[in-house]
Structures are given as structure tokens and as C-alpha cells.
């Protein structure tokens, strides 16, 4: 089963916060974070390791809760540019993916 | 530009025909991922190369599908017999590093009419 994502998409002004979780029923080894914008591929951002320490990317950070089996990605001062579809995906041994089905982002001046 | 180049960016094809899409990975990494995605959905798996082996084939990827990675180089997904429902952008990631971090090239977007 896919991770599940949630909220299903947020509207936020610039230079407010932000939080995307991402849930899964099967065992998390590692998360991947992704945005997304429209028309284009998804870009990397960061990945979580379980026992592993929380990661940022500029002013967007993640953490790893492995009792909840959860990743959670934290948008803090949003910008205009952090507008997208944010996707995690679940990695298994051999790196396979296995995405949500993302939380758009939308952020107004 | 994430290093991952696709070939074509973008193809429209009537349905019966045969089409054909090339990844060129990064060159350092060993691993290469095809996924699809189609609108309003994330990427989904569909088959996985470690140097030239294919070693993972996800259940979507029906006999009409197949996928080449010549010399661990660039890979090719060729769809048979297309049919509308294969209208999505077909995705290709280059995998390495440490943590197996992996990188999407710009995707070809497929048009069956």
C-alpha cells in the first residue's frame, strides 16, 4: 500500500509555516522527499534514514518517526518558490519508490 | 538540470503503434528506475536496472512493455501495440550515492490518440 499524505493540499501566505506528513502501514527504512512543479520532473530535496537525523533543505526540513511509522516535512518562512505538489516515497531494499499521492502547496504573496 | 537526460520530451503516437524512449543516466551511478505518472498522481514504479541486470519488474508492466539497458549505459523502455490508457509521463531516475538518492531526468510525456 502507498504512504499516505496528508493535508491533501494547504494555501499559505508567504513567510508562513508549514507541516506535510506522510504515513505508512509497512515498515519505513527510508523516506524521500520530492516537490514537484507543474509540468516538469520531480526534483529532489532530501531523504530520511530510519535512526536517522533530521535533514533540511534551505529553510524546509524533515524528521523521522519510526515508532509512527512517519516522515514529516516542515515548511517554515514559505516563499513563493516552495509552491508545488510535495510527494514522499517509500524506499525498499532496492530503492524502489513507492510515492503518496502528494500534497499541493500553494503560497500567496 | 539534474544530469538525467530523456528522449523524446514529448510524443504523440495513434494507438497500434510501437514507441520508443531512451534515458541517459548520471554517469556515475549504477542504478536506473522507470516510473510513470499520470495526472494528479504520484510517479509509480515500473521496473529497475542495477548495471545492465533488470532486476525488478512491477506487476503494471504488462508483455506489451519492455526495457533495455545495454552496457549499464542509457535505457530504453519500448511500449508495443500502444493503447490510450499508456497516455502518461513516462519517468526515468539515475540512482547512487551513498543513500541511493535518485534523480528524475525531465520525463517524455506519451499522447496516445
Known amino acids: 500500500q502507498q504512504p499516505v499524505q496528508s493535508p491533501q493540499a494547504v494555501i499559505l501566505r508567504e513567510g508562513e509555516d508549514a507541516v506535510i506528513n506522510c504515513s505508512s502501514s509497512?515498515?519505513?527504512?527510508?523516506v524521500h522527499w520530492y516537490r514537484q512543479k507543474h509540468g516538469e520532473a520531480p526534483v529532489f530535496l532530501m531523504i530520511l534514514l530510519k535512526g536517522g537525523e533530521q535533514m533540511r533543505h534551505e529553510k524546509i526540513s524533515a524528521s523521522f518517526n519510526e515508532k509512527k511509522q512517519q516522515s514529516s516535512l516542515y515548511l517554515t518562512a514559505s516563499q513563493l518558490s516552495y509552491s508545488g505538489t510535495y510527494f514522499c516515497?517509500?524506499?525498499?531494499?532496492?530503492?524502489?519508490?513507492?510515492f503518496g499521492a502528494g500534497t499541493q502547496v500553494v503560497v500567496t504573496p | 538540470d539534474t544530469g538525467v537526460s530523456q528522449d523524446p520530451r514529448h510524443k504523440i503516437t495513434k494507438r497500434g503503434q510501437n514507441v520508443t524512449f531512451r534515458c541517459d543516466p548520471i554517469s556515475e551511478h549504477n542504478r536506473l528506475y522507470w516510473y510513470r505518472q499520470t495526472l494528479g498522481q504520484g510517479p509509480e514504479f515500473l521496473t529497475y536496472?542495477?548495471?545492465?541486470?533488470?532486476?525488478?519488474k512491477s506487476r503494471l508492466l504488462s508483455d506489451r512493455f519492455s526495457a533495455e539497458r545495454p552496457k549499464g549505459s542509457f535505457s530504453t523502455l519500448e511500449i508495443q501495440r500502444t493503447e490510450q490508457g499508456d497516455s502518461a509521463m513516462y519517468l526515468c531516475?539515475?540512482?547512487?550515492?551513498?543513500?541511493?538518492?535518485?534523480?528524475f531526468g525531465p520525463g517524455t510525456r506519451l499522447t496516445v490518440l
Open positions: 531516475a539515475s540512482g547512487g550515492g551513498a543513500y541511493n538518492e535518485q534523480f
Open positions: 536496472f542495477q548495471n545492465e541486470a533488470q532486476l525488478e
Open positions: 509497512k515498515a519505513l527504512y527510508s
Open positions: 516515497g517509500r524506499a525498499d531494499s532496492w530503492g524502489k519508490l513507492q
